[in-house]
């Protein structure tokens, strides 16, 4: 239908203008014509605003009632980032970036650094990340709302390197979920209100460096718990239930706070793997029928397939995003921007993103043409065989929910 739209309004937008310089054409230039006189309006400039008008007619403009949630994938600060931030600048390797989020009207990422004063505590790990203060400018400068912290970087520093980041982020206003001073913390979800619409964000990981990473009694991330999630749920769930029959207005009508729009983000999986695991996509049709709405996942580097379980969207993976790696087995990778409209979701937008950093500057931007459609078509394929269809309109995927 978008394709239908852009061609029409260009074929008439032609037709229309031939008049106009026929009209010009058949003129002539004015024999006394001054450059002190009023300049004729340019045709460009009519055309244009007959373009807007038909695009007002096919109802081509935004719905204010439409809440745009964009979700991305991993984030730090190490090693061909930090390598282009010291030649071209702190936000450099972001700019491509910002058309894509100012689109939407909040933005999550998965944080897979600690965020530390130049004091480390480095506990001994195979890959230790650590950001600096003033990476946290790249966050503000996209205008990131929420950070996933449940991921097996969240702890390189311990409870010393959390408490900092947690610290930095406030210091910023971004939120975060997925890590905290025990496992209440941990679990909070990020909730959200507005245009009649209700979210509840949450974060986890199966994958940490041990035990003692995850949250308990003590600071860590929150682990991977079907049972323990879905028992969240189900009480949230009465709380609302509960409240709509306490809270009434002056006319004694039944205060409806609306349905919960519920997302979680998962750290989970195969590292440079193009498939979900067969444990994965049980976990997933556990947490799908207990009533999350989308699950997003992050950890393999790389993009896997999207799977509709129900009502339900499984991102397995989006791969990376803002990522220094230089690996042979990186992979373009994905943006999702979900379109949800009082807090159901009407529409799936997927942005490929350029990921194959091996021999250039992590410049990270949208992926355009024929290198954009050639990779959705990966990501369809990869969908298809989980029983998904994606398709396919320019630089841009959509997921087919019907």
Request: hydrophobic residues 40%.
């Amino acid at each position: 239908m978008l394709f239908f739209r852009k061609h029409l309004i260009s074929s008439i937008s032609v037709l229309l203008s031939f008049p106009i310089l026929l009209t010009f054409a058949c003129a002539g230039v004015p024999e006394n014509s001054s450059s002190a006189e009023k300049p004729v309006e340019p045709q460009t400039s009519i055309v244009n605003k007959i373009e807007t008008q038909i695009e007002k007619l096919f109802g081509k403009e935004e719905d204010p009632e439409v809440v745009k949630v964009l979700l991305g994938g991993d984030v730090m600060f190490n090693w061909g980032i930090r390598d282009t931030i010291k030649s071209k600048g702190e936000l450099a390797p972001v700019k491509g970036l910002k058309s894509v989020f100012e689109s939407a009207d909040l933005r999550i990422l998965n944080l897979e650094t600690p965020v530390v004063s130049e004091k480390s505590w480095d506990h001994g790990k195979a890959y230790v990340f650590q950001a600096k203060e003033s990476d946290l400018e790249t966050m503000s400068f996209l205008g990131v709302d929420l950070v996933s912290l449940g991921n097996n970087h969240a702890m390189d520093h311990g409870p010393e390197g959390l408490e900092e980041t947690l610290k930095f982020l406030g210091n910023r206003n971004i939120y975060s979920i997925g890590a905290g001073k025990n496992l209440e913390f941990a679990f909070r979800p990020w909730v959200w209100e507005g245009k009649d619409t209700y979210l509840r964000v949450y974060s986890a990981t199966n994958v940490a460096e041990g035990r003692s990473h995850y949250a308990g009694q003590t600071p860590g991330v929150m682990p991977l718990d079907p049972e323990l999630i879905l028992k969240k749920v189900q009480i949230e769930k009465f709380q609302l239930n509960s409240s709509r029959t306490s809270k009434r207005d002056k006319k004694s009508k039944t205060i409806s706070a609306g349905k919960q729009f519920r997302i979680l983000s998962l750290h989970w999986g195969v590292e440079y793997s193009p498939f979900p695991t067969i444990e994965q996509r049980k976990t997933a049709k556990t947490l799908a029928d207990g009533g999350l709405d989308i699950i997003v996942g992050h950890h393999p580097h790389i993009p896997q397939g999207i799977e509709k379980i129900g009502n339900t969207i499984v991102f397995y993976s989006l791969g990376n995003l803002i990522f220094g790696s230089r690996n042979a087995y990186l992979n373009h990778n994905l943006i999702v921007i979900l379109h949800i409209k009082k807090s159901k979701l009407i529409d799936i937008e997927l942005v490929p993103i350029f990921g194959k950093f091996q021999n250039e500057d992590h410049l990270v931007r949208p992926l355009e043409g024929k290198e954009a459609e050639n990779f959705l078509k990966e990501i369809a394929v990869l969908s298809q065989d989980l029983g998904t269809k994606i398709r396919i309109e320019g630089d841009r995927g959509w997921v087919e929910l019907n």
